[in-house]
């Protein structure tokens, strides 16, 4: 009988590199030719048109339906120039992946006859059914209708033959409903918080933008092999499969030489993203077997939030034209390193000073530092609430295993910069320093060298890194939309930032001078947030005690975690700032709790399938072999074969106790998803899932790889691991 398995495997030895033709004009000549950018907007808008748009993009104001149709004119010349045929509001949805309704360039002209239609109503605005969509009970079911609307920040784009327009997604109610709304909100009053901090020390700022250069790792597997994983087509990753006897021990795979196929992959996902204005810059093999990295240069943080979301679907799309499939789960394969997606942060003013960059004299070292120990602070106090929007039941198996960083939060500052922070505390708490002596200690936190960290001093266990001029946040998920972690992150810097004005002008108030007042909180807020301040190995038991000393919280519960989406302290840093309503702060956090029962709900199912349709049949056929092998001795050898086949009845013994084992944990899986499915609570119905659903698949998984390693290879139904690891 040939499995698909063998198949697989078979056709895999004839497949080649493809025969593909890759533009011969330089990048610089085809970047962007596929996006509705400042160029094609100077070509296709008239000017006042044009001046406006400039306008409401430096504004980030949502466009004039005045000129909407303006600009819908000259993008549908635009678009129809570059054969495109049907336009899409493009949006967030709290899903994985991004959403799309496609309408037709076409209608009726004044004659009766068809013309190409697209104007300023089509472009403004959209009505996708908001039933369909996740929504956390926002969503009354008398009216299900719920609007995009065109985000003037992120171009539009073509993608085939289909204009794309980046949208919010809201409810008919005004709900948000999606990654982006509360983003754009996040920026904006991160942007405004920082300005007024920044205007302490320079009045030229006007505006502060958050920067995000994300890195975004996958795995490839073969496409025939995948066909053959029913748990990686439906969960994306492997519910089984015994290691492989060589993973990733040697060290071989990270930066290696990338194997030809997934090169031509590779660059032809680079062109089309060059094409599609995304400047993708950094390529490598990372730890695991058939496990890499992308990344681009780092770009304001909603457009790059879009580009990630639209490269995580250009790379699933284009993989299979390659005769691959990305995953981007964050730990499709047990015992070797899971992905993650680093989110580099940073904040940068109008006037071009990056403010996690420490500056080059005194006052732009005071900057620096402000904005240092904000973070920090800022971090320290939302530990649970960044937590709660990253850790989810993909990363929770990635997130405190051996390769990744804990669950603990911590930032990770380097050597230097900690010496530098311990001075201050130390030495200007000395009541006999006087006041030249404690100037000039302000002074010498001026001369810190310029370039501060060198790339040996980067800590690649700490969740939060501070990596010379930006913060490296390391525990988002490979598979997670940015958007959420960098949502809390602004918000939760806004809201530490208005607090450290409220608090330094408190200070000026009672007569304290500007700059000693800023100094004072500065050292305050060092203090304060000093726990969450660790340098040394993130991945460590020592640490786990010494982060319980500290009192830092260490949650590896995913609904214990996302109950922290809804506390008081959540509140006031989204609800208070306006970033989300207190109605929708508490949808989202019902829509994490679904999302996970949902999707062990559906691992459950997965799992019962492929243990009662591929692993006991094929375990039964193979020990009736051995039972016929061993009776078959018994005729010929006798009473001589009782000793002979002992190994043998030995191994139908063992099938006989794995397969009773499955069939009996596999029922009471089967039986605790009926209990579980019966709760009403949204919170308890995923407690049970994590308490009871989630070990018996780890129980299950134990026996069927044993049953693996003893099953004749020639049978077994599923790719195995050293197949899908090594085989491209
Ligand atoms: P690593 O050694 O961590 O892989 P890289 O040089 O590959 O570092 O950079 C990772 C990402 O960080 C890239 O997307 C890069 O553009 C981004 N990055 C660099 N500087 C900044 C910054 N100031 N703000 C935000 N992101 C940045
Ligand atoms: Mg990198």
Redesign the pocket.
């Known amino acids: 009988m040939a499995t698909l398995r063998f198949k697989a495997l078979t056709d895999l030895m004839s497949k080649k590199v493809p025969d593909m033709k890759f533009p011969e004009k330089r990048v610089s000549e085809f970047y962007g030719e596929l996006v509705f950018n400042d160029e094609a907007m100077k070509r296709y808008l008239q000017p006042s048109v044009y001046k406006q748009v400039k306008e409401c993009i430096s504004k980030g104001e949502l466009i004039d339906r005045s000129i909407a149709d303006g600009v819908a004119a000259g993008m549908k010349a635009w678009a129809l120039d570059h054969g495109v045929v049907h336009y899409t509001h493009w949006f967030q949805p709290l899903t994985e992946g991004t959403a799309e309704k496609h309408d037709g360039f076409i209608n009726y002209g004044p004659d009766g006859k068809i013309i190409e239609e697209f104007s300023g109503k089509h472009l403004a605005q959209q009505e996708p059914d908001a039933s369909s969509f996740p929504n956390g009970g926002i969503r009354q079911t008398f009216e299900a209708r719920g609007y995009t609307a065109w985000d003037v920040t992120s171009p539009a784009f073509i993608v085939g033959s289909t204009l794309c327009i980046p949208t919010i997604f809201i409810s008919y109610t005004g709900d948000a409903l999606d990654y982006k709304t509360p983003l754009l909100k996040a920026l904006h009053a991160v942007d405004k918080a920082a300005v007024d901090v920044c205007q302490y020390f320079d009045k030229n700022v006007t505006k502060v933008i958050a ?5 975004q790792e996958y795995f490839l597997v073969d496409q025939g092999l995948y066909m053959a994983r029913p748990d990686l087509m439906l969960t994306g990753r492997t519910l089984m499969g015994h290691l492989s006897a060589k993973n990733q021990q040697l060290d071989d795979h990270y930066f290696g030489s990338i194997p030809e196929r997934v090169a031509y992959f590779m660059r032809d996902l680079e062109v089309q993203c060059q094409r599609l204005g995304i400047p993708v810059k ?1 390529r490598h093999n990372e730890v695991a077997p058939n496990q890499f990295e992308l ?4 770009e304001e943080c909603n457009l790059a939030n879009d580009h990630n979301q639209l490269v995580m679907d250009t790379m699933k799309r284009l993989a299979k034209h390659h005769g691959f499939e990305v995953l981007l789960h964050e730990k499709p394969f047990a015992g070797v390193n899971g992905s993650g997606k ?1 989110n ?3 904040l940068c003013t109008d006037t071009g000073v ?1 403010l996690f960059a420490p500056g080059k004299n005194p006052k732009g070292n005071m900057l620096f530092l402000t904005f240092l120990t904000n973070v920090m602070a800022a971090v320290y106090k939302g530990q649970d609430l960044l937590r709660s929007y990253i850790l989810n039941s993909t990363n929770m198996h990635r997130l405190g295993a051996n390769e990744a960083p804990p669950a603990i939060m911590s930032i990770f500052l380097g050597t230097q910069i900690s010496s530098m922070l311990d001075s201050i505390v130390e030495k200007v708490s000395d009541a006999k320093m006087t006041p030249e002596e404690k100037t000039e200690l302000k002074l010498g936190v001026g001369r810190l060298p310029e370039i501060l960290i060198d790339n040996t001093d980067r800590n690649r266990t700490s969740p939060f890194a501070f ?1 010379g ?2 913060f ?1 946040f390391r525990a988002v998920g490979s598979s997670a939309n940015c958007a959420a972690a960098m949502t809390v992150l602004n918000s939760m810097m806004a809201a530490q930032l208005v607090e450290f004005k409220k608090n330094v002008d408190a200070l000026i108030e009672r007569g304290v001078k500007k700059d000693e007042a800023i100094f004072q909180e500065i050292r305050n807020l060092i203090i304060e947030s000093s726990p969450i301040h660790f340098d040394g190995n993130g991945y460590s038991d020592e640490w786990k005690a010494e982060a319980a000393r500290r009192n830092l919280t260490n949650i590896t519960s995913v609904p214990e975690s996302i109950s922290k989406m809804t506390t008081e302290h959540a509140k006031d840093v989204l609800v208070k700032t306006g970033i989300l309503t207190e109605r929708e702060l508490e949808a989202r956090a019902e829509v994490e709790y679904e999302k996970f029962t949902k999707k062990i709900q559906i691992e459950g199912r997965v799992m019962s399938d492929l243990v009662v349709n591929h692993i006991i049949p094929t375990a039964i056929q193979y020990q009736n072999i051995l039972i016929t092998n061993v009776k078959g001795m018994k005729d010929v050898m006798g009473d001589e074969a009782d000793t002979l086949t002992s190994a043998e009845k030995d191994l139908i013994r063992q099938i006989s106790k794995h397969v009773s084992e499955i069939r009996t944990k596999s029922n009471a899986l089967e039986e605790a998803r009926r209990v579980a499915n019966k709760i009403s609570c949204e919170k308890t119905k995923a407690e049970a899932y994590e308490q009871t659903v989630c070990p018996l698949l780890e129980e299950i998984r134990y026996h069927v790889d044993k049953l693996e390693l003893i099953v004749d290879n020639e049978m077994w139904p599923l790719p195995k691991y050293r197949e899908l690891l090594f085989a491209r």
Do not use: C, F, V
């Not at 920067?211 to 890195?215: A, R, V």
């Not at 990344?295 to 780092?298: E, G, K």
């Open positions: 920067n995000l250069g994300w890195e950094t990344a681009p240069i780092y680093h580099n942060w940073s990056n990596t001029d930006r490296e």
